[in-house]
């Protein structure tokens, strides 16, 4: 940190008292030597915090606890108590991963993780973390994924799972199982948020903080008495989604939250900083980042050495050992810790010649001491103005003995052997509950206290103080008024002689709802920094931007009609230039009906091709999640986001969309398409039957004149065609002349429907061939269903055979079909052999993207109207029903290039 440039620019009102001090401080080094010197400025930096006075922020602290002994508050609980319940924890979670892979070897899960954390949970659930049953929200709880063994452990313990459960553990399939991680998806009651993708989970914690501030400020729920607690491995910190959203914790000062960090200092294959002290890198980047750090890496056993440290040999010791030697020392003897550890220095050794050998390997880290822990919480639950984070030291396996504990391989360990869970009942001091006739069964026994015993009645008293069982996920939500018909029938007439563009008229859908009585209050526009570009900026000015702090300055644009307006009650999440931060944010929008009984309806835009590709694990684990609520791609498409090139142009997000079950990913063409979209998906997900769904929804930029909804058919089939997938757009003109037998079939999706009518005319007028169009605003929902009912024929041979929806509608047409997007060929082929019986052809935006207009990027893609011609007489011609001449008189006469490089395989 450069700070001598800033005292050398400020003026010295009394140099002789300024020179006084310094020297007075190169005495104090020059005579007591310069530990002691770094101990002086130490507190006189503590004195100038409780005076107020400022001074740059120092990011890093020596290594050790941040709260002295002297400081620690009275430990309120039953310690024998909350030891026997770790016992029982410990021994469980280690016994339920070596059953499941005596059973099926290889089937896996994680001894380690839970083994470093149990004290930190424990001191947790025992005085920490609120529950649901009082009828309050909770606080919530993001454990981290491999440490699911002691969380199920814990809820066997208190009777909530039963032995049958924990013998299924990743063994769902067959029913009454447990899913190897926090999958909310796979056990809904229980789990409520996703982790174990490493880095989501802190992202999502920090996300959910400030969304409880939100949903506060805004008067939609009370979450003033939740806490997030997000629990983190020291390794997960090399995922940049974990440090993602640090600075936004920090500068929403979200002292709602809580962060520990499990700091065992071990990644998957080996140290975390083998050469470094993780511990003093994440303080430095977390303190830099505006959070309050409470640093617990000693036990209470180190506390009367360093109080002894006078000559402070020991701290410095602390501070230069790399964390590759305390893993080092965390597998060795009390000899091997004696000489290398304290050896070298002979004040050192001194330090600890009244211990054994034994008692120097007994030292503990100070993730494993409650009473530090709880001090810890303690401090970070009552701090104010600040996220804090709590850096527990620990050892990877602690307890699991010396063939498991802080080795490398460690992670990969998934069993251990009757030798191993002897010593690890020695260990545990459990040899009365588990006598050597428990171990003659094959598989190693299960233990938890009697209903009714001293232990289990603390730990269950506990838990009813704290406001019941945690982790719990609970829908209490009841379902909301559906908004008024006239938010979206305004769409149902189009847009006459005006041009617009789908996301206009999204826009002014989104401003509807927000307006609307009923559901407006609840409806939350996530935008990252694009607001402008998708058409939002009356938005701004009506509902304004969310700030917490509200508007401390004057904008701008502050005089003109359409001004950047925040405010504390804003309504609108301007997440800034951070698609990760704002899927995140979507994510707990999208389960505040399960987290607090509270729905809101997210409605998240974003460029589409920043959405599943960039974040696509983050939709992953919010349908896990089972989040509901609205992803908007705009500026869909390979070509209609003409000029932007290759990084922008989007033609595969609708199949990266495929992928995820629980999304319903739809690309209309017209405004009325998307209205009724948005009215079904409200319907579906928070009235009735409340969906764990997610509507994916392309919007385009083009501009062109939005058609009405088609005339002369029934309102209610073409609407139930467009959320199934297909319907009827345009009747093939009729053709009066010989050969008005050749007809065809175009799909069209998107804005491809304007080379679709197009090319309509042409095959009309110039080759008498008769097409019908259909729009097809759903490829994933057609080829779902056609998937169901292929499954449904397959097993049910002597039952009358189903037809799929795509078969059905498309029965009433006739002719080859090809179908054309502004989207890889590979979307319209999901349903290519559902078409067996008919001449398919797929054309598509394959290849990476262009700048350019967006008439040479369709002629470039061969998505345009002459291509579309040119694909339906080649099919007829393949057909016989025309020559294969024509085919070729028609491509010339188009003005096709056909000797121009696929774009697909254009480098």
């Known amino acids: ?496 002689r005006v041009s617009a563009s789908t996301t206009m008229a999204f826009a002014k859908l989104l401003k509807n709802l927000v307006r609307d009585p009923s559901i407006g209050n609840r409806v939350v526009p996530i935008i990252p920094d694009e607001a402008r570009t998708f058409g939002l900026e009356s938005l701004i000015k009506d509902v304004k931007i969310y700030a917490s702090q509200g508007q401390r300055y004057t904008p701008v644009d502050a005089g003109l009609l359409l001004s950047y307006e925040e405010g504390v009650d804003g309504q609108i999440l301007e997440e800034g230039i951070t698609e990760a931060g704002s899927m995140a944010t979507f994510q707990v929008a999208g389960t505040s009906y399960s987290t607090f009984g509270c729905p809101t309806i997210p409605f998240y835009m974003f460029y589409s091709m920043f959405g599943f590709q960039r974040t696509g694990d983050q939709i992953w684990a919010a349908s896990d999640a089972r989040s509901r609520g609205f992803l908007i791609g705009g500026t869909a498409g390979r070509t209609t986001l003409m000029g932007e090139g290759l990084q922008h142009n989007d033609g595969h997000s609708l199949l990266l969309a495929s992928t995820v079950p629980s999304v319903r990913a739809y690309d209309p063409a017209f405004a009325y398409e998307m209205a009724i979209l948005v009215e079904h998906g409200i319907n579906e997900m928070y009235g009735v039957p409340q969906k764990d769904e997610i509507y994916y929804i392309t919007l385009y930029n083009e501009n062109y004149q939005m058609p009405a909804m088609p005339e002369g058919v029934d309102f209610e089939e073409v609407k139930a065609g467009i959320i199934n997938g297909i319907y009827l757009f345009r009747q093939a003109p009729s053709i009066e002349n010989e050969n008005g037998n050749l007809r065809a079939t175009i799909l069209f999706s998107g804005t491809a429907w304007l080379a679709a009518v197009e090319a309509q005319k042409i095959l009309t007028e110039r080759y008498s061939v008769a097409a019908d169009l259909y729009s097809v605003t759903s490829y994933k929902s057609l080829r779902e269903d056609a998937l169901e009912t292929e499954r449904y024929n397959r097993l049910h041979p002597l039952s009358a055979p189903r037809q799929s929806t795509i078969s059905s509608v498309l029965d009433a047409s006739s002719g080859p079909i090809l179908a054309v997007s502004d989207f890889m060929k590979a979307v319209p082929d999901q349903v290519g052999r559902f078409l067996a019986n008919r001449n398919f052809t797929p054309l598509g935006t394959d290849g990476f993207g262009r700048s350019d207009t967006r008439e040479n990027l369709r002629r470039y893609f061969e998505i345009d109207a002459p291509q579309i011609v040119v694909g339906i007489l080649n099919s007829l011609a393949q057909e016989k029903l025309v020559p294969m001449t024509l085919v070729q008189s028609a491509i010339d006469e188009l003005g096709i290039d056909a000797s121009k490089t696929d774009p697909l395989r254009t480098i």
């Open 1 to 496: 940190m450069i700070i001598d440039g800033f005292s050398h620019q400020i003026p010295d009102i009394d140099p002789q008292e300024t020179t006084e001090w310094v020297d007075s401080f190169n005495s104090l080094v020059d005579g007591k030597g310069k530990s002691r010197a770094s101990y002086i400025l130490l507190r006189l930096l503590e004195a100038a915090r409780s005076s107020q006075v400022g001074f740059p922020a120092t990011v890093s602290t020596p290594y050790i606890n941040s709260i002295p002994p002297e400081q620690q508050p009275w430990f309120p609980g039953d310690e024998e108590m909350e030891r026997q319940i770790r016992r029982y924890i410990r021994w469980n979670a280690a016994v339920m991963v070596t059953r499941a892979n005596m059973k099926s070897d290889g089937i896996g899960g994680h001894l380690a993780t839970y083994a470093s954390s149990a004290t930190l949970y424990e001191v947790g659930f025992n005085h920490f973390f609120k529950g649901k049953s009082n009828g309050g929200p909770g606080d919530q709880v993001f454990f981290q994924g491999h440490a699911s063994p002691g969380i199920y452990s814990r809820a066997f313990v208190e009777g909530r799972l039963s032995e049958a459960q924990l013998d299924n553990y990743r063994m769902e399939t067959g029913g009454n199982g447990l899913p190897s991680y926090p999958h909310p998806r796979c056990l809904p009651d229980f789990w409520e948020f996703p982790t174990v993708s490493m880095g989501i989970g802190p992202l999502t914690a920090i996300n959910q903080a400030y969304f409880n501030r939100y949903l506060q400020n805004r008067q939609l729920c009370d979450t003033s008495e939740s806490t997030v607690w997000a629990f983190v491995g020291d390794g997960e910190f090399d995922e940049p989604e974990t440090t993602a959203g640090l600075s936004l914790a920090g500068r929403e000062k979200l002292d709602n939250l809580v962060m520990v960090v499990n700091c065992n200092l071990q990644r998957l294959d080996g140290p975390v900083r083998g050469n470094g002290k993780i511990i003093q890198e994440l303080e430095a980047t977390l303190r830099g980042s505006g959070w309050n750090v409470i640093k617990v890496i000693w036990g209470s056993a180190w506390d009367e050495l360093l109080a002894r440290d006078i000559d402070g040999v020991l701290l410095n010791k602390m501070n230069s050992t790399c964390d590759g030697e305390f893993q080092k020392l965390a597998t060795e003897t009390g000899a091997y810790i004696r000489e290398h550890f304290f050896g070298p220095d002979p004040r050192l050794r001194r330090l600890v010649e009244h211990l054994s050998d034994d008692e120097l390997v007994k030292l503990p880290r100070g993730g494993h001491d409650y009473k530090k822990l709880y001090a810890a919480y303690k401090a970070a639950t009552e701090h104010s103005g600040a996220p804090t984070a709590i850096l527990a030291k620990t050892v990877k396996g602690w307890t699991l003995g010396s063939g498991i504990e802080a080795r490398n391989a460690t992670h990969q360990i998934k069993k251990m052997s009757r030798d191993q869970l002897l010593a690890l009942r020695e260990t545990l001091d459990l040899d009365l509950e588990l006598p050597d006739s428990a171990f003659e069964t094959k598989l190693p026994p299960y233990i938890r206290p009697k209903p009714g015993s001293d232990v289990y009645e603390y730990m269950i008293q506990k838990r009813r103080s704290l406001g019941g069982n945690s982790p719990s996920r609970t829908v209490k939500a009841s379902p909301l008024p559906m908004p008024a018909q006239a938010c979206f029938k305004e769409f149902y007439q189009g847009s006459g």
